[in-house]
């Protein structure tokens, strides 16, 4: 279950990402709302999955999934640039994450 738990911080973690561009600096009500929403929802969901993994685990993971997951988002909605050099630092990020499990 901690996974899953995991999981969903997560994806609330790349929804908190991508609603603080479209929040516009919080001048923007509903995706603002929904900024401040997937914060606690990830945050909530971290501390349930950290029950049973190891803070040394789980906190990469989240930010690793976070990181990866708005860098491809921002690809796909905003129309940003993914680089050669983009992609070679998302695998090492993923590389990173699987010499700490």
Same mark, same amino acid.
Not at 50 to 62: D, G, H, N, Q, T
Not at 81 to 98: E, N, Q, W
């Given at each position: 279950?901690?996974? /899953?738990?995991?999981?969903?911080? +997560?994806?609330?973690?790349?929804?908190?990402?991508?609603?603080?561009? %479209?929040?516009?600096?919080?001048?923007?009500?509903?995706? =603002?709302?929904?900024?401040?929403?997937? +914060?606690? +929802?990830?945050? %909530?969901?971290?501390?349930?999955?950290?029950?049973? /993994?190891?803070?040394?685990?789980?906190?990469?993971?989240?930010?690793?999934?976070? =990181? *990866?997951?708005?860098?491809? *988002?921002?690809?796909?909605? *905003?129309?940003? =640039?993914?680089?050669?050099?983009?992609?070679? =630092?998302?695998?090492?990020?993923?590389?990173?994450?699987?010499?700490?499990?």
């Amino acid at each position: 279950m901690a996974w /899953l738990f995991l999981l969903l911080a +997560a994806a609330f973690e790349v929804t908190f990402a991508m609603g603080m561009k %479209y929040a516009e600096g919080f001048t923007r009500l509903w995706p =603002s709302l929904l900024t401040l929403g997937a +914060a606690l +929802a990830g945050v %909530y969901f971290l501390t349930l999955a950290m029950r049973e /993994l190891p803070v040394s685990v789980a906190y990469p993971i989240w930010t690793a999934i976070g =990181s *990866l997951g708005t860098v491809f *988002l921002g690809c796909l909605l *905003l129309g940003e =640039s993914l680089t050669p050099l983009k992609l070679l =630092s998302a695998g090492l990020i993923v590389a990173g994450v699987i010499g700490l499990k």
